[in-house]
């Protein structure tokens, strides 16, 4: 799984795009998902995007990246992009503390 972060503008909105990004604004959950979530403020100058990827045994962030796009670009608004983060979730190691640490702690403090 990728989680890909697209930072960009908003270019030639027109007026029902734009009340429509302002309804939605709100309604925008701050979630990675595979269709895309836009956070943005009031303005709607610029905005970040946050989408999913499904990764693949072969996928890379050349792909991860393509299908993000393609997802913003689905939402039909026109764009520019700025910045391009891509997170392979695979690559991430999870610590997890042991049952033992707390309790040698706690009879070190006691």
């Not at 029902?16 to 925008?28: I, K, Q, W, Y």
């Not at 979630?31 to 009031?42: V, Y």
């Not at 989408?51 to 670009?73: F, K, M, N, S, Y």
């Amino acid at each position: 799984m990728f989680r890909v972060t697209i930072r960009g503008t908003f270019e030639e909105l027109a007026e029902d795009d734009r009340e429509a990004l302002r309804t939605a604004v709100d309604a925008f959950p701050v979630a990675f998902t595979e269709a895309g979530t836009f956070t943005c403020d009031r303005s709607l100058s610029a905005f970040t995007f946050r989408c999913q990827v499904p990764a693949g045994p072969d996928d890379g962030e050349p792909e991860a990246t393509e299908r993000a796009i393609a997802a913003l670009t689905a939402h039909g608004y026109p764009h520019r992009i700025l910045r391009i983060g891509v997170t392979d979730l695979r690559e991430i190691k999870i610590r997890r503390k042991s049952r033992t640490s707390g309790a040698s702690r706690a009879s070190r403090q006691g």
